[in-house]
């Protein structure tokens, strides 16, 4: 078989943890998968676990569309070629629409180039552009959306670099679990560093987010919820009618779709109760209005209003009433959620596919995530789609916030 030419080269770079993270591999096979060859001019590894390493090396190819290929993949795991230039910039024509060939944002850090410095991109979140300010200079994300006439769109990737996130720091609370999604994975251990993540947030000042859905109210799980928020471990919560409209039927009748939680039989007519609960809120005007007028005395809804955690609750076209509360408007919703996750530190997703998903889209890479479920793929979807810093333990919603309560409290029992 006679090789192709190779009539093109260009050299690139990349440094870091490019061996441990196996970030090395993967840009080396992104030349080749694309009919392209390349020579390590360069390398230099690591003696130790902290010291970064560098490799220089010579991709070569034989058309400018496989070079620009290669190039293109290369740049999503931090290789860029060594005669940098300026990022390339093209006004939107349409509005709601990015040029031709715009470059599509990853949820890792990134910075792009601007009169010959480089740029830290802002409000980092995958599947986005990233617009220029002109008169700052500044960077960020931007859904598509939200593209106005005129904005300077970063096109291509040249002058575009993505620091990928690197392999778990020994002091990383998951490292131990980045395994396959598995039901065999020692669900006490992850209690215990989900329990020491919670803690150490709170202490440090920072943000826990909780994405739920309504299966923590049907199982009975509802009370362990409570008991976090009125400990300060939750400080903010993603959730859609579902979860608030049983919670609060729960405090106004007892059940959960009818059902009472406290024996598990049918009430009459209990399949009126969520209904009711709904109307009953609605003449009040909000949630925190019910909780006010002592419509709502009690359940996850009521402590947040009472503790000050904020909460966005994003409807879906099968809600029945909605709640008033509720954002109905799917890109409204995205724009709050958006906004809300910025100084958030730490994700818990319980037991809600949609939401999980939804959410996992927005927050950057640096977040720490943890998905509990009861089905699997629901972590493995949030892995498929991006959100590969998620960590997922299956099993049942209720036993596992029972234990992560219990854990909590035995931690700060002992705590001096």
Same mark, same amino acid.
């Given at each position: 078989?006679?090789?192709?030419? %190779? ?32 020579h390590i001019k360069q390398i230099a590894v690591g003696q130790s676990r902290h010291d970064p390493s560098f490799a220089l090396i010579e991709v070569q190819a034989s058309t400018q569309p496989t070079m620009d290929t290669i190039l293109n993949q290369v740049a999503d795991h931090g290789a860029q070629p060594t005669s940098a230039? *300026?990022? /390339? ?21 990134? $910075?792009?180039?601007?009169?010959? *410095? ?21 960077? +960020? ?6 593209? /106005? $006439? *005129? ?44 329990? %020491? ?32 928020? %009125? ?24 059940? &959960? ?34 909780? $006010?007028?002592?419509?709502? +005395? &009690? ?36 724009? $709050?959620? %958006?906004?809300?996750? +910025? ?33 699997? &793929? ?33 931690? &700060?029992?002992?705590?001096?």
């Amino acid at each position: 078989m006679i090789p192709l030419p %190779r009539s093109l080269s260009e050299e690139i770079e990349v440094s870091g943890h490019i061996i441990d993270s196996l970030i090395l591999p993967k840009v080396l096979d992104c030349i080749t998968s694309n009919n392209g060859t390349f020579h390590i001019k360069q390398i230099a590894v690591g003696q130790s676990r902290h010291d970064p390493s560098f490799a220089l090396i010579e991709v070569q190819a034989s058309t400018q569309p496989t070079m620009d290929t290669i190039l293109n993949q290369v740049a999503d795991h931090g290789a860029q070629p060594t005669s940098a230039s *300026d990022c /390339r910039q093209v006004k939107a024509d349409i509005e709601g629409t990015f040029p031709e060939g715009f470059y599509a944002s990853t949820n890792q850090r990134t $910075q792009i180039r601007v009169a010959g *410095d480089w740029v830290e991109v802002d409000n980092q979140e995958m599947d986005c552009g990233i617009v220029v300010e002109p008169a700052t200079c500044k960077a +960020r994300c931007i859904p598509m959306t939200e593209v /106005r $006439q *005129d904005m300077p769109i970063v096109v291509g990737h040249s002058g575009v670099r993505v620091f990928p996130l690197e392999r778990h720091d020994s002091g990383n609370e998951f490292g131990f679990m980045s395994s396959t999604v598995s039901t065999e994975k020692p669900k006490g251990a992850m209690v215990r560093a989900i329990a %020491r993540q919670l803690m150490e947030v709170k202490q440090t000042g920072g943000k826990t987010l909780l994405v739920g859905g309504p299966a923590i109210v049907h199982t009975g799980s509802g009370p362990f919820v409570c008991e976090l928020v %009125r400990q300060g471990y939750i400080h903010k919560l993603f959730a859609g009618n579902a979860l608030a409209t049983h919670d609060l039927e729960q405090s106004m009748f007892g059940t &959960s779709l009818g059902v009472h939680l406290k024996d598990a039989h049918t009430a009459q007519a209990g399949h009126e109760h969520h209904l009711r609960a709904i109307n009953r809120v609605r003449r009040c005007g909000s949630i925190k209005a019910a909780v $006010q007028q002592e419509v709502i +005395r &009690s359940g996850i809804m009521y402590e947040c209003v009472k503790h000050d955690v904020d909460f966005w609750l994003a409807g879906s076209i099968r809600d029945d009433g909605p709640l008033p509360d509720v954002t109905t408007d799917a890109i409204q919703a995205q724009r $709050q959620m %958006r906004e809300a996750i +910025r100084d958030v530190t730490f994700c818990l997703m319980v037991a809600t596919m949609l939401h999980s998903v939804a959410v996992g889209n927005l927050l950057p890479a640096w977040v720490t995530v943890v998905c509990i479920d009861i089905n699997p &793929s629901t972590v493995i979807k949030l892995g498929d789609r991006g959100s590969f810093q998620t960590t997922g333990l299956v099993t049942d919603v209720e036993p596992f916030l029972r234990a992560l309560v219990q854990e909590v409290n035995s931690k &700060s029992e002992n705590q001096p």
